[in-house]
């Protein structure tokens, strides 16, 4: 996946790149390595809210020497209580996600994001519609009838991709020899990216700095403000 977006990033690497890649004898399997880090998050230049939630986040790792990609899959993401459920989801390139409604009203799931665009409609309370991801991106998704209302379904090509604890910190195992491109996010951020070389030496600490408001700026599905009474 290649990053179409801007950040500001702050690096700090613990010990340096380890270059000389493992060899494996003819016809056995080529040696697979793991790549440990912590994700921290920054505002303005400080520490952000230490109540941030650091598992609303990604990590995902792209070989330079190409990848056999993931497997489309069929995932769900809820509306409940005027809150999508998770709040922010992983999945490869074609995959489709299905909306659910478990509230008692109207909801209106759609986003428009490039070529991963979608309109649900009005649905009621029942097991929902389904979308289509098309291509590798950032898919914001947000309800028609709910200004209040978000949630990320970020779509990648690759099968190595991992999410951070409470602190921070993710492992990508099997990661083969060789460079690569580490993309990471968070819901409050922007995606970025950072070169590296695997086998790593040392827990690899990447920064992502806040820019968003909680609620991602946005209007409804036809490009107009939001009405009032729909801040919910």
């Not at 790593?200 to 599905?221: D, F, M």
Request: charged share 20%; net charge positive.
């Amino acid at each position: 996946m290649r990053s179409f977006w801007t950040l500001a990033v702050a690096l700090a690497l613990v010990g340096g790149f380890a270059r000389a890649a493992a060899t494996a004898p003819a016809g056995e399997a080529k040696p697979v390595y793991r790549l440990a880090g912590r994700l921290v998050v920054a505002e303005k230049g400080k520490p952000a809210d230490p109540a941030l939630d650091l598992t609303a986040a990604a990590v995902w790792y792209e070989p330079v020497g190409g990848f056999e990609p993931a497997r489309p899959v069929s995932a769900e993401m809820a509306t409940v209580r005027k809150q999508f459920s998770p709040g922010v989801m992983v999945v490869p390139v074609g995959s489709t996600v299905r909306f659910p409604n478990q509230d008692p009203i109207l909801h209106n799931v759609f986003s428009v994001s490039g070529h991963n665009n979608f309109d649900l409609g009005l649905v009621g309370a029942g097991k929902g519609k389904t979308a289509l991801f098309r291509e590798a991106g950032l898919v914001r998704v947000f309800c028609n009838v709910h200004h209040g209302m978000f949630g990320h379904v970020l779509v990648v090509a690759t099968p190595f991709v991992a999410r951070p604890g409470r602190d921070g910190s993710f492992v990508l195992p099997g990661l083969p020899a060789g460079r690569g491109i580490l993309h990471f996010w968070h819901e409050r951020s922007e995606p970025a990216e950072l070169r590296v070389e695997i086998p790593h030496a040392g827990e690899l600490r990447i920064q992502a700095l806040v820019s968003l408001p909680r609620v991602p700026p946005h209007k409804n599905k036809f490009g107009r403000s939001y009405a009032r009474g729909s801040y919910e």
